[in-house]
Every structure is written in structure tokens, then in C-alpha cells.
């Protein structure tokens, strides 16, 4: 049984994969909803609040497609940087920009234009903050610790993600 356990909680691609995708759904829809809240002073009219009920699942789907696209769910947010954020960036752009365009020629509903700009900023900070945090936690909670001058031998894809780690502060050696 304990083992079960155990693979059940041991990481995997698939699994990050799903991980992240779970919780891009909760702060995409977050956003969308403090988007409606932030624009109207939190006091939505209902027929606004209708057009959210509508929109929200299109909203996020499209975000979470262009996401996948992007390639953001493939990288380690152990790693993330310049690079992934640029790519967020985009993405939710991209995203945004089909979502208005969709919007435009085949919604009737009510909907306020600058709930669509409030959404892309809010969207970018959440799912931002939420990829860079581990990050964070790790470079800042780690107690400070003698490393040890190390030689890596070979130059390929391994070495690399030790290096990478060595200044990510999540290994005790030092290439040297």
C-alpha cells in the first residue's frame, strides 16, 4: 500500500503537466473575475455578470491552448526565467488577442472592452507569480551552506542543468 503511495506522489512529467494546468484554470478564472470586479468597482451589473458566466470558460480555455503552444507546461519552474516569461508573455497575449477577436465577431452579450486589458495584466502577474515562486523559495529559504569546489567532466545536457543548479542554489558543489 505504501508504495502505491509512493508513485502516486512521485513527480512525473504527466503529472506537472496536469499540475499546472489545474492551477492556470483556477488563476485564469481569478482573473477573469476580479477583471468584471476591478472594472465596475465591485459592483457588477447583472448583465455583465451574465456576459462572465458566458465567457469565462472560452476565456480560459483559449489561455490555457496558447499556454500548451507556447511550450510553458514542457519547462521546470525550477528553471524559469527570461526566457519563459517572454513566452508567457506571449502567450497570453496571443490568447487575448483571439479571445477579443472571437469576441467581436461572435458574441452579442454585454461586455466592457477594458475587462479584456485588465484580464491579460492580471493574468500575467498571477500565473508570473505563481511559476516564479518556487524559485524564490528556494534561493531565499535555503540555509546558507559551505559548497564544495566540484570539476564536472563533459559538456552536455546534464552538466548544463548542473550548472544551472548550482546557481539556482539547489546543490552544495561549485563547478570549478
Same mark, same amino acid.
Given at each position: 500500500?505504501?508504495?502505491?503511495?509512493? +508513485?502516486?506522489?512521485?513527480?512525473?512529467?504527466?503529472?506537472?503537466?496536469?499540475?499546472?494546468?489545474?492551477?492556470?484554470? *483556477?488563476?485564469?478564472? &481569478?482573473?477573469?473575475?476580479?477583471?468584471?470586479?476591478?472594472?465596475?468597482?465591485?459592483?457588477?451589473?447583472?448583465?455583465?455578470? +451574465?456576459?462572465?458566466?458566458?465567457? *469565462?470558460?472560452?476565456? *480560459?480555455? $483559449?489561455?490555457?491552448?496558447?499556454?500548451?503552444?507556447?511550450? &510553458?507546461?514542457?519547462?521546470?519552474?525550477?528553471?524559469? =526565467?527570461?526566457?519563459?516569461?517572454?513566452?508567457?508573455?506571449? /502567450?497570453?497575449?496571443?490568447?487575448?488577442?483571439?479571445?477579443?477577436?472571437?469576441?467581436?465577431?461572435?458574441?452579442?452579450?454585454?461586455?466592457?472592452?477594458?475587462?479584456?486589458? $485588465?484580464?491579460?495584466?492580471?493574468?500575467?502577474?498571477? /500565473? =508570473?507569480?505563481?511559476?516564479?515562486?518556487?524559485?524564490?523559495? $528556494?534561493?531565499?529559504?535555503?540555509?546558507?551552506?559551505?559548497?564544495?569546489?566540484?570539476?564536472?567532466?563533459?559538456?552536455?545536457?546534464?552538466?548544463?542543468?548542473?550548472?544551472?543548479?548550482?546557481? /539556482?542554489? +539547489?546543490?552544495?558543489?561549485?563547478?570549478?
Amino acid at each position: 500500500m505504501w508504495n502505491r503511495i509512493k +508513485e502516486f506522489f512521485k513527480p512525473t512529467s504527466k503529472k506537472r503537466i496536469l499540475f499546472f494546468v489545474i492551477v492556470d484554470i *483556477v488563476l485564469f478564472t &481569478l482573473s477573469f473575475y476580479l477583471s468584471y470586479e476591478l472594472r465596475f468597482n465591485f459592483r457588477v451589473p447583472n448583465k455583465f455578470m +451574465e456576459s462572465f458566466y458566458h465567457l *469565462v470558460f472560452f476565456s *480560459v480555455s $483559449i489561455k490555457i491552448i496558447f499556454m500548451y503552444f507556447f511550450k &510553458l507546461y514542457h519547462s521546470s519552474w525550477r528553471f524559469f =526565467g527570461l526566457g519563459e516569461i517572454k513566452n508567457l508573455i506571449k /502567450a497570453l497575449f496571443w490568447a487575448q488577442a483571439v479571445f477579443i477577436a472571437l469576441l467581436l465577431l461572435f458574441y452579442n452579450g454585454f461586455f466592457a472592452r477594458s475587462i479584456a486589458i $485588465i484580464d491579460l495584466i492580471l493574468s500575467f502577474l498571477f /500565473a =508570473g507569480m505563481f511559476r516564479i515562486s518556487k524559485r524564490f523559495l $528556494i534561493e531565499h529559504t535555503k540555509d546558507k551552506v559551505e559548497v564544495k569546489p566540484t570539476i564536472f567532466i563533459g559538456a552536455n545536457q546534464k552538466t548544463f542543468n548542473l550548472i544551472k543548479s548550482y546557481f /539556482a542554489k +539547489e546543490i552544495d558543489y561549485k563547478p570549478v
